[in-house]
Every structure is written in structure tokens, then in C-alpha cells.
């Protein structure tokens, strides 16, 4: 007879724990991925350092200075910021750009509004070819856009003075003194309601279908979609081209600097702030106070881009 012992279940050894990872070569994973995220951006850096910040910080420094008769260049701190303010000429000029933004930004961006939710609806028939004619002048270079539109309001040349040999007087004077801010506002919203289009209409096209369902469904009409859906989704794209046209209208440039050489006598070396420092640097040789100029516009730019930024973000939360 055989005896069978009970089978008892052999021990299985632990296993013996692992060694935690030191803390230096944790450290220097981290400092190797930062450095490697570091290397990927540092072309975008070395050029944002190169043409943004150092120019700022360059006329900055040269704000601070004034070249002299005698002694050269010496430091006077603020001097030439409060010299600026005491300047009648820049805020002629200050004034005039920001009467041309109160009336023109609106106007362009309801223009472009309007083209958008025509473009977008679906009554309209050909939407892609008024897509393209209506953002077309913005393709146009702006020294070609302003040439061509001062062949259009030449006095003794163009469109406007044969207008006004068939009406037998002066009717139409696009040059005028009272005119002129009336002729480039002009000509800066037929360049600019395409590229303002172009943003309202790809804000509408991320709009879910869902929403208009929904519209359909309760019975809402055209203007009631367009006020209950389009315009709250497009409240962001409309903050980001009111940034980017008071940021244009301060920058004023172009248009009447070219236009300057058919109408000398209405349009001054002091037009506008970027006028007025570029003819203070590159015609009287004042690098000091351009850049003056230029920093103090700079700071009124920021502080009201940022200001309109802000309510727009408050509007959003609400």
C-alpha cells in the first residue's frame, strides 16, 4: 500500500524590485526633449529677434538721444517725447488717421460682412466666380492699386476729367481738399473688402450643418438665421479684422504717399504719422524723432488693438 502525499504548492520568488530611475537621468531626459523643442523653433526665433525685437529695442534707444550742433549725439531721456506731444504737425496728422478709421473701417467691414453671407447663402448662383472678383483687388499690389487710381482722379487725365468735360464743370474733384480723405478711404476699401470677405466667409463655412437644421426644423427665417447663427459665430472673425484694420489704418501709408506727387498742395509731408517719420528720417535727416514718432504710434496701436481684443473676449464669455 502506497501512500500519496498532498501536493503543496511551490513558493514563487518575488521579484526583486526594480531600481527606480535616478534623478539626474530624468533630468537630463527633460533637458534633452527641451533642448530638442528649443532646437525646433530656434529658426522662427532668431528671425522674430532679428526682425521685430531689435528694431523695437534699436528705436527705442534712439528715441532717447538727439543729435546736436555741437557735441554730437547726446542723451535726453523723454525730451523727445514731449516734444513730440507738443507737436502740432503729428497731431494734424494723428487726427486725420483716425477720422479715416472711424468712417472707413466700418463701412469696409460691413461691405465685406454683407458679400460673405451673400457668398455663403444659397440663392446666390455663380458664388464662386464673385469669391474670386470680389477678393481680386486684393491680389493687385498696392503701388499698382493707387497708380491706377490716380489715373481714375486725375484732374486733366482718366475717368474723372472726362466725366467732368461731359458734365461741363468740375463736379467730381477727388483731389480736392475736402475730398482727398474721402478718394484713399476709396481706394483702401477696394483693396481690403476681399481679404475681410475672405475671413467672414471661412468662419461661415465651419458653421455645423446641424445648426441650420435645428433653424428649419423651428421655422426660422433667412434674416433670423443669419441673426441667430451666422453673425454670433462670426462675432471672433469680426474682432480679428477690426485688429488687423486699426492696425492698417494707423500704418497709413501707401495710398497717400503716391498719391502725393498728383495732389502736392493737399497732401503734406506730415499726411500721417508714418509719413511724418519718414520724412522726418529720410528727407530732415531727424532719426531721433522718427523713431519717436514711430514708438509712440506703435504703443497707441497696441493699446487699442488690445482694448478691442478684450471686449470682444467679454462679449464671447457672455
Given at each position: 500500500?502506497?501512500?500519496?502525499?498532498?501536493?503543496?504548492?511551490?513558493?514563487?520568488?518575488?521579484r526583486p524590485?526594480?531600481?527606480?530611475?535616478?534623478p539626474?537621468?530624468?533630468?537630463?531626459?527633460?533637458?534633452r526633449?527641451?533642448?530638442?523643442?528649443?532646437?525646433?523653433?530656434a529658426?522662427?526665433?532668431?528671425?522674430?529677434l532679428?526682425?521685430?525685437?531689435?528694431?523695437?529695442?534699436?528705436?527705442?534707444?534712439?528715441?532717447?538721444?538727439?543729435?546736436?550742433?555741437?557735441?554730437?549725439?547726446?542723451?535726453?531721456?523723454?525730451?523727445?517725447?514731449?516734444?513730440?506731444?507738443?507737436?502740432?504737425?503729428?497731431?494734424?496728422?494723428?487726427?486725420?488717421?483716425t477720422?479715416?478709421?472711424?468712417?472707413?473701417?466700418?463701412?469696409?467691414?460691413?461691405?465685406?460682412?454683407?458679400?460673405?453671407?451673400?457668398?455663403?447663402?444659397?440663392?446666390?448662383?455663380?458664388?464662386?466666380?464673385?469669391?474670386?472678383?470680389?477678393?481680386?483687388p486684393?491680389a493687385?499690389?498696392?503701388?499698382?492699386?493707387?497708380?491706377?487710381?490716380?489715373?481714375?482722379?486725375?484732374?486733366?487725365?482718366?475717368?474723372?476729367?472726362?466725366?467732368?468735360?461731359?458734365?461741363?464743370?468740375?463736379?467730381?474733384?477727388?483731389?480736392?481738399?475736402?475730398?482727398?480723405?474721402?478718394?484713399?478711404?476709396?481706394?483702401?476699401?477696394?483693396e481690403?473688402?476681399?481679404?475681410?470677405?475672405l475671413?467672414?466667409?471661412?468662419?461661415?463655412?465651419?458653421?455645423?450643418?446641424?445648426l441650420?437644421?435645428?433653424?428649419?426644423l423651428?421655422?426660422?427665417?433667412p434674416?433670423?438665421v443669419?441673426?441667430?447663427?451666422?453673425?454670433?459665430?462670426?462675432?471672433?472673425?469680426?474682432?480679428?479684422?477690426?485688429i488687423f484694420?486699426?492696425i492698417?489704418?494707423f500704418?497709413?501709408?501707401?495710398?497717400?504717399?503716391?498719391?502725393?506727387?498728383?495732389?502736392?498742395?493737399?497732401?503734406?509731408?506730415?499726411?500721417?504719422?508714418?509719413?511724418?517719420?519718414?520724412?522726418l528720417?529720410f528727407?530732415g535727416?531727424?532719426?531721433n524723432?522718427?523713431?519717436?514718432?514711430?514708438?509712440?504710434?506703435?504703443?497707441?496701436?497696441?493699446?487699442i488693438?488690445?482694448?478691442?481684443?478684450?471686449?470682444?473676449?467679454?462679449?464671447?464669455?457672455?
Amino acid at each position: 500500500m502506497t501512500t500519496t502525499s498532498p501536493l503543496t504548492p511551490t513558493a514563487v520568488a518575488p521579484r526583486p524590485p526594480q531600481p527606480a530611475q535616478p534623478p539626474r537621468r530624468r533630468i537630463r531626459s527633460r533637458g534633452r526633449s527641451q533642448w530638442k523643442g528649443l532646437a525646433f523653433v530656434a529658426p522662427f526665433l532668431i528671425v522674430f529677434l532679428l526682425v521685430f525685437i531689435a528694431p523695437v529695442v534699436y528705436s527705442l534707444y534712439l528715441s532717447l538721444f538727439r543729435e546736436r550742433l555741437i557735441g554730437g549725439t547726446a542723451f535726453v531721456g523723454f525730451e523727445n517725447y514731449v516734444e513730440l506731444f507738443g507737436d502740432a504737425q503729428f497731431w494734424e496728422g494723428f487726427g486725420r488717421v483716425t477720422l479715416f478709421l472711424i468712417v472707413q473701417v466700418p463701412i469696409m467691414l460691413a461691405l465685406a460682412l454683407v458679400a460673405s453671407l451673400a457668398i455663403d447663402s444659397a440663392r446666390l448662383h455663380a458664388s464662386g466666380f464673385f469669391r474670386i472678383v470680389i477678393f481680386l483687388p486684393y491680389a493687385v499690389p498696392a503701388v499698382v492699386a493707387v497708380l491706377m487710381w490716380g489715373f481714375i482722379y486725375g484732374d486733366n487725365f482718366g475717368l474723372v476729367a472726362n466725366l467732368n468735360d461731359w458734365l461741363g464743370s468740375e463736379v467730381i474733384t477727388p483731389f480736392a481738399r475736402d475730398w482727398i480723405l474721402v478718394s484713399i478711404g476709396n481706394i483702401v476699401t477696394w483693396e481690403f473688402v476681399g481679404y475681410n470677405m475672405l475671413i467672414f466667409y471661412s468662419a461661415l463655412r465651419t458653421i455645423p450643418t446641424d445648426l441650420y437644421e435645428a433653424a428649419e426644423l423651428d421655422g426660422a427665417g433667412p434674416m433670423r438665421v443669419i441673426t441667430g447663427i451666422k453673425l454670433p459665430a462670426l462675432r471672433g472673425a469680426i474682432v480679428i479684422a477690426t485688429i488687423f484694420s486699426i492696425i492698417g489704418s494707423f500704418q497709413l501709408f501707401n495710398e497717400p504717399n503716391i498719391l502725393r506727387t498728383l495732389a502736392p498742395n493737399i497732401i503734406t509731408t506730415f499726411f500721417t504719422p508714418n509719413m511724418y517719420a519718414y520724412n522726418l528720417s529720410f528727407n530732415g535727416q531727424q532719426y531721433n524723432a522718427s523713431a519717436t514718432v514711430a514708438i509712440v504710434m506703435g504703443v497707441i496701436t497696441a493699446v487699442i488693438a488690445y482694448v478691442v481684443q478684450l471686449r470682444g473676449a467679454r462679449k464671447e464669455d457672455r
